[in-house]
Structure formats: structure tokens, C-alpha cells
């Protein structure tokens, strides 16, 4: 079975840091593009950043540029979302997903939600001002 579940969500003051994992697991994901994405109520899914299967190669939404770096590790099968400088309009549900249907060992990536095969649960994030 195809599980992506993420961690480490949670409430911090602005300014503040947070670390998101998403452990993948059931399919080796770790020949595909991989990204992050939120959604805040009543808002539209908003990407976030996206990143290679090397590695490599990452882009970002230019709200959380400089202040957000993605990450994967694929002899653990995981990808990071590291969050700092968190600002209130950062709260939002934070999902992962994975993108198969480029294939694999791509160089390149999209920000697109619609092009993301495999989605995780989401975890929430909040933040205080």
C-alpha cells in the first residue's frame, strides 16, 4: 500500500521554526519529484516547494523563499520541509505528495497540484502572532 504521512505540524509564535517530515513507504518514491504544498481555510492548495529525486534541483513559491528549505533523504525515504522566520499567514494544512507520472529520475519539477499522483494526510500548522 502507497502511504505518504507527514509530522511535525504544529502551533509556534511568528518568527518561530518548524520541521516537517513526510515518510513515504509501500512504492520507491525516492526516484521521483517530490513537493509540498498547503492550504489555508477557504483557500485554494498553494504550492510550496518541489525538489528533484537527486535532490539536486529545488524550487519554491516566492512567499516562503528564503525563509523555507525542502529536503529529501532517500536512503530513509523521507522529505523535509524546513520552516523559519513562520509568519501567522504561513497557518494552513501542509501536504506532500509525489509526482510518478513524470517519471523516473526527472530533472525537473512542477508546481502544479494537478500533475501530483500520491498526496499524504496533511498536517497543521499554526501560527501565532
Known amino acids: 500500500q502507497v502511504q505518504l504521512v507527514e509530522s511535525g505540524g504544529g502551533l509556534v509564535q511568528a518568527g518561530g521554526s518548524l520541521r516537517l517530515s513526510c515518510a513515504h513507504s509501500?512504492?520507491?518514491?525516492?526516484?521521483?519529484?517530490m513537493g509540498w504544498f498547503r492550504q489555508a481555510p477557504e483557500k485554494e492548495r498553494e504550492f510550496i516547494a518541489a525538489?528533484?529525486?537527486?535532490?539536486?534541483?529545488?524550487r519554491y513559491a516566492d512567499s516562503v523563499k528564503g525563509r523555507f528549505t525542502i529536503s529529501r533523504d532517500n536512503v530513509k525515504n523521507t522529505l523535509f520541509l524546513q520552516m523559519n522566520s513562520l509568519k501567522p499567514e504561513d497557518t494552513a494544512v501542509y501536504y506532500c505528495?509525489?509526482?510518478?507520472?513524470?517519471?523516473?529520475?526527472?530533472?525537473?519539477?512542477?508546481?502544479?497540484?494537478?500533475?501530483?499522483?500520491?498526496w499524504g494526510q496533511g498536517t497543521q500548522v499554526t501560527v501565532s502572532s
Open positions: 505528495a509525489a509526482d510518478v507520472d513524470r517519471g523516473r529520475y526527472s530533472t525537473s519539477t512542477t508546481t502544479s497540484s494537478t500533475e501530483y499522483e500520491y
Open positions: 509501500g512504492r520507491t518514491f525516492d526516484r521521483y519529484a
Open positions: 525538489i528533484t529525486w537527486s535532490g539536486f534541483s529545488t
